[in-house]
């Protein structure tokens, strides 16, 4: 598949579909995806993992499936590396309340985290969470990280960052701070859910202990995700869903968890999630993630030029689109970009997203309480749509005027 054909194998936008750019909440689905679903509800809706019948076997063969192609897609070193998930937030609690943590543990975070990769650490009690922060021209700044890592000392138990941010589509050095987090004896835990779905990720060589994104960010159904690290890393977890299917005994007196990722899948899989995803990793193995990335790129180049220099818009973070990825994200001085996502919509047919996305501290801290206009691409978004987007800003910006 290329990328016309992925386009045009998106229903939703292949005939008079919207122009779609909220790809960073959450992206279309492929027929292909919607027919693996499909195909596991009319074809062989039973448990995998279980039963022997052909049903339960044909399930299990492509649960095995989605994970094997998840692991060559991210470079895990197999199958038995990847916990599924309903979503990163999950991923990224049971991380968060599957350690055991000591009074006095110190959490190293960022201040553009998503709440899912704040809350779950700031919850735990007697942890303290410390922040790194963002340079002036928005870029990660890896000596003041050294620094909260090295004021941490030994208390220092995890550190936990997004690789690319959902504010602004800037990345994080995430190796260096991976051998930063090693030097002090830290655990790492990376909240992939903006760069996995978007770019190549070697995860071997970054070196996390955890890596957390979503599948349904991915092409994949929604209500899937999933948790990367090793079976001894897994291991060292509480389970926050223990019960059937992860232990391999139980009596009256007691039980033994199985090893590995299967005691943190407790209950019953979303069997016909792992057929979507089976699916959309299928399409993006073969796509190539340079692509997806290169197309984003080439549309963010368009969107930063063609807003940049209007009328009280400011793209927050560094000026060159590619160290944004596909992502667009517009402070508005004295205009409301709730109003302009609702004219988008309504007068062109452009789907953005207005708001704080989850990352209210960042926008509470640079005082712009009413958020960010972002648009957001995909790899089946294309040059056109990108260059509508600038005329209908344009436009909304000339006939709004500000306040
Ligand atoms: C960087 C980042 N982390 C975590 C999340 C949470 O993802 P989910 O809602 O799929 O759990 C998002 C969602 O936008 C995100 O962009």
């Not at 790809?23 to 499909?38: F, G, K, M, S």
């Not at 990660?140 to 220092?156: D, I, P, R, T, Y």
């Not at 299967?262 to 073969?286: D, F, K, M, R, W």
């Not at 290169?294 to 560094?318: A, C, H, W, Y």
């Amino acid at each position: 598949m290329n990328l016309k054909q992925l386009r045009e194998s998106v229903p939703t936008i292949s005939e008079d579909g919207p122009i779609y750019l909220d790809n960073a909440c959450v992206t279309l689905r492929p027929q292909p995806v919607i027919d693996a679903i499909n195909h596991y509800y009319t074809r062989e809706p039973s448990c995998g993992g279980r039963s022997a019948h052909k049903w339960g076997m044909a399930v299990t063969r492509t649960e095995f499936s989605a994970r094997d192609g998840i692991a060559k897609l991210i470079g895990a070193e197999g199958p038995s590396d990847v916990v599924f998930t309903r979503n990163t937030t999950q991923a990224i609690n049971q991380v968060a309340h599957g350690i055991n943590w000591s009074k006095g543990d110190i959490v190293v975070i960022s201040d553009k985290e998503h709440n899912s990769n704040s809350i779950p650490w700031r919850m735990q009690e007697g942890v303290e969470v410390k922040v790194t922060k963002t340079d002036e021209d928005g870029r990660f700044n890896l000596e003041h990280f050294e620094q909260v890592c090295s004021e941490a000392g030994s208390n220092l138990r995890m550190v936990a960052l997004s690789h690319s941010r959902n504010l602004d589509g800037t990345s994080i050095p995430a190796k260096e701070c991976g051998k930063i987090a090693k030097d002090h004896d830290s655990l790492y835990l990376l909240d992939a859910a903006q760069s996995v779905p978007h770019r190549p990720v070697d995860i071997r060589e970054i070196g996390a202990d955890f890596v957390a994104f979503s599948i349904h960010k991915m092409m994949g159904p929604s209500g899937m995700g999933a948790l990367i690290g090793s079976p001894d890393g897994f291991d060292q977890l509480k389970s926050i869903a223990a019960g059937g299917q992860t232990v391999s005994h139980s009596s009256l007196d007691g039980f033994t968890f199985k090893p590995g990722a299967p005691h943190l899948e407790g209950g019953l899989g979303h069997y016909a999630g792992y057929y979507g995803t089976n699916s959309a990793v299928q399409i993006l193995n073969e796509l190539s993630m340079e692509q997806v990335h290169q197309r984003e790129v080439e549309i963010n180049t368009i969107i930063s030029k063609g807003v940049k220099n209007l009328d009280g818009i400011s793209i927050i973070g560094p000026e060159s689109a590619e160290e944004r990825g596909g992502i667009t994200s517009i402070l508005m001085e004295g205009r409301d970009p709730h109003q302009f996502s609702m004219l988008l919509d309504e007068a062109f047919g452009i789907y953005a997203r207005s708001g704080l996305h989850c990352v209210d501290p960042w926008f509470h801290e640079n005082q712009t309480p009413r958020g960010s206009l972002r648009f957001s691409s995909y790899a089946y978004n294309t040059i056109d749509e990108a260059k509508l987007a600038v005329e209908a800003i344009s436009e909304l910006v000339e006939a709004i005027p500000r306040t």
